[in-house]
C-alpha cells in the first residue's frame, strides 16, 4: 500500500498495513521502552494513566460501555477497563492485531470486561444505542469523519454520550516522499477534520493540545528503534523495517520542527450538565 489518500484507502489495505507490524519483537521492545508498559499503546503515545485520566474527567462509571476504535493490539482498551473497571469492546481493521490484543487479554483480571473484534471502525458493525462513548486513538487517519460521526451517533445512547478522537497533524503541505513514507496522507493538514464534522453533527467540542508529551514519546520511541534497526531489518525485511524507522523520524522531525501538532477533540452529545 504506497499511496492511499483517507478517502480511498480500503479497510483491506489498513488490515494489511497493520498486519504487517504485528509480532515484530524489536517493534514491541521498542514500544515497551517508549512509553514503560509492553501493554500501552501502538504507535499512539497515550498511556494507561492518559486513559484514567479521561475517564474521571468524563465522569464514566464502572456500567459504562466504551468502544475503542481502532484499538490495534488493544493494551490500551484493556488498561481502560482496568483502571476503571468499565466494559470496553476493542474493534480493529487488522486480524493480526486483534489476535494478539486477544492473547495478551487471556488470564489478565479485567478480561470479562473487554472483547475485541475484526471490523471498520468508519461503518462498525454493532448494536445501536449499545454504546457510552467511542474512543479512537491514533486511529482516525483513514475514515471519513462525517460518515464515521454518523455511524458513531447511531451507536451512542444515554443523555450524555461522548466521542474521543486523538490525531497527530502536520502542518505543512505533504510531498509525495511523505506519504511513501508515512502512507498517511491524513497527518498532513487539512485533512480530516473530525472537529467540524462533529459539530455538524450537533457535539459540542472541547479541543486540548497534546503536542508536548506526544513530542517526547516520538523522541523516544525513534531512539529505541533505531538502537533496533538490524533487528528491525531482520524481523521484517530490509526494505520494510528501514522503512518502519523512517517513517518515525518523519514524526519526529516534524515535531522538531514545530509543525506537528497532537489534538485530543472531546465531544459530547446532548447539552446537558457537563461532567468534565
Ligand atoms: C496507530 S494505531 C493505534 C492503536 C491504538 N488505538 C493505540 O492507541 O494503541 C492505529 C490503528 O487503527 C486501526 N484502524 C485504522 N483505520 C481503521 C478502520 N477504518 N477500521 C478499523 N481499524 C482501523 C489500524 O488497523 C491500527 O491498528
Do not use: N
Not at 517508549?34 to 486513559?51: E, V
Not at 510531498?175 to 472537529?195: C, K, M, N, S, V
Request: hydrophobic share 40%; with cysteine; proline share 5%.
Amino acid at each position: 500500500m504506497s499511496s492511499g489518500a483517507p478517502a480511498s484507502t480500503t479497510v483491506a489495505q489498513i488490515a494489511e498495513e497493520w498486519d504487517s507490524y504485528q509480532e515484530i519483537p524489536a517493534i514491541d521492545e521498542a514500544y515497551a521502552e517508549a512509553l514503560g508498559d509492553q501493554f500501552a499503546g501502538q504507535f499512539s503515545g497515550a498511556t494507561p494513566d492518559y486513559l484514567e485520566q479521561l475517564a474521571a474527567r468524563l465522569g464514566w462509571s464502572p456500567q459504562a460501555r466504551v468502544l475503542d476504535a481502532g484499538c490495534g493490539t488493544g493494551g490500551l482498551t484493556a488498561a481502560l477497563a482496568a483502571r476503571t473497571g468499565c466494559t470496553a469492546v476493542g474493534l480493529d481493521a487488522s486480524p493480526a492485531a486483534v489476535r494478539v490484543a486477544r492473547t495478551r487479554l487471556a488470564g489478565r483480571p479485567e478480561a470479562d470486561r473487554v472483547s475485541y473484534a475484526v471490523g471498520d471502525m468508519g461503518d462498525p458493525d454493532l448494536a445501536p444505542g449499545s454504546f457510552d462513548a467511542v474512543l479512537a486513538i491514533g486511529s482516525g487517519y483513514w475514515s471519513d469523519p462525517v460518515t464515521t460521526t454518523r455511524h458513531w451517533r447511531e451507536l451512542l445512547r444515554g443523555d450524555r454520550p461522548a466521542v474521543v478522537v486523538v490525531i497527530s497533524r502536520i502542518l505543512r503541505p505533504q510531498t509525495a516522499r511523505d506519504i511513501e513514507l508515512t502512507l498517511q496522507e491524513g497527518l498532513f493538514a487539512p485533512h480530516p477534520d473530525w472537529e467540524t464534522a462533529l459539530r455538524a453533527a450537533g457535539f459540542d467540542i472541547e479541543v486540548r493540545d497534546l503536542t508536548e508529551p506526544d513530542a517526547e514519546c516520538v523522541e523516544r520511541l525513534y531512539a529505541a528503534l533505531a538502537r533496533r534497526l538490524p533487528a528491525l531489518r531482520s524481523q521484517m525485511g530490509d526494505a520494510a523495517g528501514q522503512r518502519y524507522l523512517a517513517e518515525v523520524k518523519v514524526l519526529r522531525d516534524e515535531h522538531r520542527a514545530g509543525r506537528m501538532r497532537r489534538t485530543e477533540i472531546v465531544a459530547r452529545f446532548g447539552g446537558g450538565r457537563d461532567t468534565a
